[in-house]
T-cell receptor, first 116, second 114 residues
Framework: AQKITQTQPGMFVQEKEAVTLDCTYD???????LFWYKQPSSGEMIFLIY??????QNATEGRYSLNFQKARKSANLVISASQLGDSAMYFC?????????????FGAGTILRVKS | DAGVTQSPTHLIKTRGQHVTLRCSPI?????VSWYQQVLGQGPQFIFQ???????GRGNFPDRFSARQFPNYSSELNVNALLLGDSALYLC?????????????FGPGTRLTVL
């Protein structure tokens, strides 16, 4: 069963506008972590933001925020004030319980294109 | 501080050959994980090593093996290469073996099997 679902293969956003990238997850664990990564065409995976399952507040890192809705099992990434440099592939990933170590399960990704 | 480093950046091999990929984690990080990313897909977990011991293995054949050295650097070995092994191989570095919010990736090694 797919554990991370990113339903938007591609998204367009106008420069300086906000955009939301969707991510839903499936786990029966109580302890888990959710990550978002950016992958430009160069290939490097750039860590953006992390949300722990017990964190009561939504994580924020600069222009990035994670809209965490635990009951709905969603962890959407919100990018505010989009910039041309935000054009890239974005991956949502989950790490489950401690017995799985540091294994991350990734979604299929969403390609974001920022228009000027 | 230097980030995660990987070598080589690109590699071309032919079917049946063997390949060794290398990764050096961020200073102070003791955990190294390997991922395979086939074009158009998300990365797939291959191995995790912590303190030189294997702590996790993904659904990959025995042709894939890895090890971690006393300085926490790591090697990924793939034997009897197949065309389907062509992918970007990513190494991720973390402080701990089981938890923490830090999973930083290197630039990857792009392997092409002809």
């Amino acid at each position: 069963a797919q554990k991370i679902t990113q339903t938007q293969p591609g998204m367009f956003v106008q420069e300086k506008e906000a955009v939301t990238l969707d991510c839903t997850y499936d786990t029966s664990d109580q302890s888990y972590g959710l990550f978002w990564y950016k992958q430009p065409s160069s290939g490097e995976m750039i860590f953006l933001i992390y949300q722990g399952s017990y964190d009561e507040q939504n994580a924020t890192e600069g222009r990035y925020s994670l809209n965490f809705q635990k009951a709905r099992k969603s962890a959407n990434l919100v990018i505010s004030a989009s910039q041309l440099g935000d054009s890239a592939m974005y991956f949502c990933a989950m790490r489950e319980g401690r017995e799985y170590g540091n294994k991350l399960v990734f979604g299929a990704g969403t390609i974001l294109r920022v228009k000027s | 501080d230097a980030g995660v480093t990987q070598s080589p950046t690109h590699l071309i091999k032919t079917r049946g050959q063997h390949v060794t990929l290398r990764c050096s984690p961020i200073s102070g990080h003791k955990s190294v994980s390997w991922y395979q990313q086939v074009l158009g897909q998300g990365p797939q977990f291959i191995f995790q090593y912590y303190e030189k011991e294997e702590r996790g293995r993904g659904n990959f054949p025995d042709r894939f093996s890895a090890r971690q050295f006393p300085n926490y650097s790591s090697e990924l070995n793939v034997n009897a290469l197949l065309l389907g092994d062509s992918a970007l191989y990513l190494c991720a570095s973390g402080k701990t073996s089981v938890w923490g919010n830090e999973q930083f990736f290197g630039p990857g090694t792009r392997l092409t099997v002809l």
